[in-house]
């Protein structure tokens, strides 16, 4: 029941900055927290980091000190602000919703949005 559409995405050199966004609609934002996620060609996806109801958040150890997510409950909308980019950060960024443990056991309850893609090159 809820929609979520993914943007900011595109290209971006070493060591340069992108911000994306997740517009989600429907009744579970106000109550549920949000996660980014990323995949690679060839490699699982992972989680990226995640923003409780309250605003707490969590990130994977690759992006610690480089990546941020914030949300603007006012307009339904988190974001992802991504600093000091490398290329393994090269990816396809997705958001999903829910409860923040199943958040972090990949028991998504929410459809995937589209994605956007996210390359970090020279």
């Known amino acids: 029941q809820v929609q979520l559409v993914e943007s900011g995405g595109g290209l971006v050199q070493p060591g340069g900055s992108l911000r994306l966004s997740c517009a989600a609609s429907?009744?579970?934002?106000?109550?549920?927290?949000m996660g980014w996620y990323r995949q690679a060609p060839g490699n699982q996806r992972e989680l990226v980091g995640l923003?409780?109801?309250?605003?707490?958040?969590k990130y994977a150890d690759s992006v610690k000190g480089r990546f941020t997510i914030s949300r603007n409950n006012a307009n339904n909308t988190v974001y992802l602000q991504m600093n000091s980019l490398k290329p393994e950060d090269t990816a396809v960024y997705y958001c999903?919703?829910?409860?923040?443990?199943?958040?972090?056991?990949?028991?998504?309850?929410?459809?995937w949005g589209q994605g956007t893609q996210v390359t970090v090159s020279s």
């Open positions: 999903n919703a829910g409860y923040t443990r199943q958040l972090l056991t990949s028991r998504f309850s929410e459809a």
């Open positions: 429907g009744s579970f934002f106000s109550i549920t927290a």
């Open positions: 923003i409780t109801r309250g605003g707490s958040t």
